[in-house]
């Protein structure tokens, strides 16, 4: 009784592992041929200066990639063209300590916060950000 019902039973796991693999391969070509497509619309936009396409576009990317350096940046980007300076902020103080876009990203969220923010105690914050992930960097201090 047992092997009536075992080859059935391994074939149908054979076909379910073979589907899921298939599947799993099939997303992730399409997700990095759509991040690229993205990244590249972001980067048309940007020389054309269309900031309303640059925004949905770094928005897009964020929906499949949410630690997307570039997409934070492009957003940011966007935001800061369209004079929403609270939107800036928030996108350049989104990316990962160890982008390597990090530092200057906060250089500038720095900038944004002393100047059009007038935000000083967030300015602290930023430099002590900036100090723990490069403790040479002199503006900070």
């Known amino acids: 009784m047992l092997r009536k019902w075992l080859c059935p039973a391994l074939a149908a796991v054979f076909v379910i592992v ?3 693999a298939i599947s799993r391969n099939t997303y992730t070509s399409w997700r990095s041929s759509q ?3 993205l990244h590249a619309t972001c980067k048309i936009a940007l020389k054309s200066e269309d900031w309303t396409i640059l925004e949905q ?3 897009e990317w964020l929906e499949l990639d949410s630690h997307s350096g570039f997409a934070w940046i492009y957003l940011g980007e966007a935001a800061q063209r369209r004079g929403d300076f609270d939107l800036t902020a928030s996108c350049l103080a989104k990316l990962d300590d160890d982008d390597p876009k990090c530092v200057p990203a906060l250089l500038e ?3 944004l916060q002393l100047a059009k923010l007038n935000q ?3 300015a602290m914050e930023t430099c002590r950000r900036i100090l723990r992930i490069q403790p040479g960097e002199c503006t900070a201090h």
Do not use: E, I, K, Y
Request: no cysteine.
């Open 109 to 111: 969220l720095l900038n």
């Open 57 to 59: 576009s770094a928005r």
């Open 18 to 20: 073979a589907v899921t």
């Open 35 to 37: 991040l690229s497509q």
């Open 120 to 122: 000083p105690l967030a």
